[in-house]
């Protein structure tokens, strides 16, 4: 829930969010809404088809001499095949498995801690402006009361 306020107070984030509108528009046919970004309908067959579509268009684009059609899984073999090299006699690299780069990322991640950081500040004067806002509230109340006695 607190995604749609993260913006409020984080210029950063408002500016992440554009690029990631920007980026779902272009590779996943999404709607241009950035209000409506976190409730956007994000089908896994949408995916599918962009990156069919994408990979289709690669293929035609590029040149086929040109081109290396690779799964990670394939190893060095087909690599250094196509770039004309020899296979190194170390193992393949197989580093993001089940996805654990991207949570490393958001742990040790600049841009997320001064997200985090804005994000708390914003909360921070928010509070401020809110207990102000409170006293100046009950100081004129207590003033109006005064006068009609």
């Known amino acids: 829930w607190f995604e749609n306020y993260i913006s409020w ?3 950063t984030k408002r500016k992440f969010d554009r690029l990631v509108v920007h980026n779902m528009v272009r590779c996943a046919a999404m709607p241009l809404d950035p209000s409506n970004l976190y409730k956007a309908k994000r089908s896994r067959e949408s995916w599918i088809s962009q990156y069919v579509l ?3 268009a690669v293929k035609k684009l590029v ?5 290396l059609v690779f799964r ?4 060095w073999q087909a690599l250094c095949k196509f770039l004309d090299k020899e296979v190194p006699d170390t193992s393949y690299p197989m580093e993001n498995v089940a996805g654990q780069k991207i949570d490393e990322m958001m742990e040790n991640n600049e841009f997320v801690d001064r997200i985090k950081k ?3 500040a914003g909360l921070l004067w928010t509070g401020l402006l809110v207990v102000l806002f409170s006293v100046f509230s009950a100081v004129l109340v207590q003033n109006l009361m005064n006068r009609n006695v």
Do not use: V
């Not at 040149?63 to 081109?67: A, K, R, S, T, V």
């Not at 990670?72 to 190893?75: I, P």
């Open 9 to 11: 107070f984080s210029p």
């Open 54 to 56: 994408h990979n289709a």
């Open 63 to 67: 040149p086929e001499d040109q081109l």
């Open 72 to 75: 990670a899984s394939q190893g």
């Open 118 to 120: 804005e994000f708390s």
